[in-house]
């Protein structure tokens, strides 16, 4: 099992160039993580000699790039917007693959009030088999996650109703696209996690490890403090045989000690 760490706390400060992608890598290999997680907003610059420069930068650590994670719209009511969400999504599969990431995590879009169910489903459907054969072309595997909503978007994910997610996890069933997990946004939409987890656990590949402190709003705290039932979603997974990625979704907002206190949290709760 691979653990790894997308430090969302630290987005603004990796995002206004105050903390680099390095100094983040160093602080994830003194906690032994096995790598770090990444957002796409972080690279203003993405020529390939910058790439390969943060690529060295955190495997000269002992670390790797786990997760890319890029925010596409797929179900953008407009269909010219579609495609270059399409094509900006091309482009960051081709960074996430020069960076040396194993998987790309990807989203629906928001839930524009425009879009229609049926409509928004055969978007996202439609536009993740196109991303996969980009995926594959790259050596990337491309992950599907029970998404929310971050702070650059007006709506929430499309999928954030769980009855659209799962009717979108089934679509992906016969395909090369597998599933992210995240432990948080079932509760964030008022569901429970084991439910959401349990018809869709043989496509789960990776994990987001989060934890919110108040059902039906997205209120990030430190892992292992909230409402998230850890113990009983690790003891499914371990059943299930899961040997994918566990990535801290750490968002609480304090600093080095939050994302030390998560990083012990998830260790020890997932080896107990």
Known sequence: MTLSC??????GQIIQGEKSVAQWAAEAAALELDAVDLSILFFKDRS??????IREDVESVGVRVALVNTYPELTHPDSQERKR?????????????????RAVR??????YPETSRSDGIDWVLEGLASAAEVATSCDIELVYENHSQPGIWDYPDFNLATDIFLEIAEGLKDTSTRLLFDTANPLVYGDEPLEVLEPIIDQVVWVHAADIGVRGALTPVVIGTGIVPFDEIFTRLHQAHFDGGISLEEASGQGPAGVEQAVTFVRETWKK
């Open 6 to 11: 997308l430090p969302v706390s630290y987005f």
């Open 48 to 53: 390939p000699g910058r790439l390969k420069s």
């Open 85 to 101: 969400q399409m094509s900006q999504l091309t482009v960051d599969i081709d960074t996430a693959a020069q960076l040396g990431a």
């Open 106 to 111: 990807v989203t629906s879009g928001q839930a």
